[in-house]
């Protein structure tokens, strides 16, 4: 089985906070996608890569930064938190971006 | 505009009857369509997808319809149970290899 991990499930930081989320994929996907979720808004990228070293922006990058140094890991960072950054984050991973993407089971992110 | 749009955002249904969920999309090179469920306080997890080289597709009691000149697509539930009751989010594949979500639709079943 796929399986995606990200480091927390909860996460509690102070605004001005650099915040970094990590994501892990143990099937060798070329893929892997950092989403926001919020109530009403469903599923909105923030950004993508398809290799490692690379990356694509989503709909909604401003406030975030990533880093894909490895085809397994792939961090969300979040360079100094505000509290309209408050939400789930959710990662994900796939073969190609045409197929299925599996989903880790999120990091619930409070900014104070 | 959005991408894909879904229809309707809530969607309450007796046990055993029928669900309907629709999607439009605006990106006429779209030609990769998946449905996603979550249940709650789950993850997304892929439950049917569709190729813009078919019209439907079937999967037990699930099913997708594509109508690429309409550009919409149709995620349909019959004999309705229980553990259908979820968010449910399509996609579609857009021109910069990525997929654009729906906002997500609640359907409710009610035994």
């Known amino acids: 089985d796929v399986k995606v991990t990200q480091s927390s499930r909860y996460l509690v930081k102070r605004t001005g906070e650099k915040v970094f989320l990590e994501c892990v994929q143990d099937m060798d996907h070329e893929n892997m996608f950092w989403y926001r979720q919020d109530p009403g808004l469903g599923l909105r990228l923030i950004y993508f890569s398809y290799d490692v070293k690379m990356k694509e922006k989503g709909d909604i990058p401003e406030g975030y930064s990533v880093s894909r140094e490895k085809k397994e890991r792939f961090s969300l960072i979040l360079e100094s938190a505000s509290t309209n950054q408050t939400s789930m984050y959710l990662c994900?991973?796939?073969?190609?971006?045409?197929?299925?993407?599996?989903f880790g089971p999120g990091t619930r992110l409070l900014v104070l | 505009g959005e991408n894909v749009e879904q229809h309707p955002s809530t969607l309450s249904v007796q046990e055993g009857d029928s669900a309907v969920i629709k999607c439009t999309y605006s990106?006429?090179?779209?030609?990769?369509f998946p449905w996603y469920k979550q249940e709650l306080g789950k993850r997304p997890q892929l439950i049917i997808d569709?190729?813009?080289?078919?019209g439907e597709k079937k999967d037990q009691r699930i099913a997708v319809t594509l109508n690429k000149t309409a550009k919409h697509f149709s995620l349909h539930i019959t004999e309705t149970q229980p553990e259908d009751s979820a968010v449910y989010f399509c996609?579609?594949?857009?021109?910069?290899?990525?997929?654009?979500f729906g906002k997500g639709n609640q359907v409710v079943v009610i035994p």
């Open positions: 994900a991973s796939a073969q190609t971006y045409q197929e299925t993407q599996y």
């Open positions: 996609a579609a594949s857009i021109g910069n290899n990525r997929l654009a």
């Open positions: 569709i190729r813009s080289n078919v």
């Open positions: 990106d006429s090179a779209s030609n990769y």
